[in-house]
């Protein structure tokens, strides 16, 4: 059965922090992974990773995948109070057409 | 930029009476998901389908819960008797793998209450 981990489960920073998600995950035939930001409604899409060690920017976030370890992180650099919101992670396997998310991290960023 | 519909956005109901969510996909999305997501933990699949046909309803509580895209358009899922345990966000989302994108849309979700 696939499964994802996400680590940590919550965290608490400081605006102009630096911080690193995990994502860890299990998954037969591994097709892509998904990172998503999710406020108080619909998670938004933020990166799709396919391949290892390419590494995927949007302005202040960045994230990497290692396939031979199985994990991703997501970075966020300088935080901002809009940075608060769940992040998930999802996996995808070239079985179906459906994604495993893990439970998300809880990002709060005090002023 | 296209939108998935979501209705309605909340929903109170007492335990034992029936609820229906309705979802209209990105206009040309072939595949649909209606997903559930409790409060804290991560969306969970119920139902998958491709066009009009149910692709994975395997953690579909099928007892109570009910799914359809007649048309392979929009869609419904229904839970009849409600219970508390499924006091949740639904999300719907849509995605068209022969565009080569392997991620998907979501809606912005029903927050049922069961009271």
């Known amino acids: 059965e696939d499964k994802v981990v996400q680590s940590p489960l919550s965290l608490v920073v400081h605006e102009g922090d630096t911080v690193t998600l995990n994502c860890s995950y299990e998954?037969?035939?591994?097709?892509?992974l998904l990172w998503y930001k999710q406020e108080k409604k619909a998670p938004t899409f933020l990166f799709m990773l396919?391949?290892?060690?390419i590494e995927k920017k949007s302005g202040r976030l960045s994230s990497i995948l290692d396939k031979k370890e199985l994990f991703s992180i997501l970075n966020i650099t300088a935080t901002q109070t809009g940075d608060s919101a769940v992040y998930l992670c999802?996996?995808?396997?070239?079985?179906?057409?459906?994604?495993?998310f893990g439970p998300g991290t809880r990002l709060s960023v005090l002023p | 930029e296209a939108e998935v519909a979501q209705s309605p956005r909340y929903k109170i109901t007492e335990k034992s009476q029936a609820v229906a969510f309705w979802c209209d996909p990105i206009?040309?999305?072939?595949?649909l998901y209606w997903y559930r997501q409790i409060l804290g933990q991560g969306p969970e699949l119920l139902v998958q389908?491709?066009?009009?046909?149910?692709?994975?309803d395997s953690q579909l509580p099928k007892d109570r819960f009910s799914a359809e895209r007649l048309k392979g358009v929009d869609s419904t899922l229904k839970i009849q008797p409600a219970e508390l345990g499924d006091s949740a966000m639904y999300l719907c989302?849509?995605?068209?793998?022969?565009?080569?994108?392997?991620?998907?849309?979501f809606g912005s979700g029903t927050r049922l209450t069961v009271v």
């Open positions: 389908f491709q066009d009009e046909s149910v692709v994975d």
């Open positions: 999802a996996v995808g396997n070239n079985y179906g057409q459906n994604f495993v």
């Open positions: 998954v037969t035939n591994f097709r892509s």
């Open positions: 396919t391949s290892s060690g």
């Open positions: 989302a849509s995605s068209s793998f022969r565009q080569g994108n392997y991620g998907y849309t």
């Open positions: 206009s040309g999305h072939a595949t």
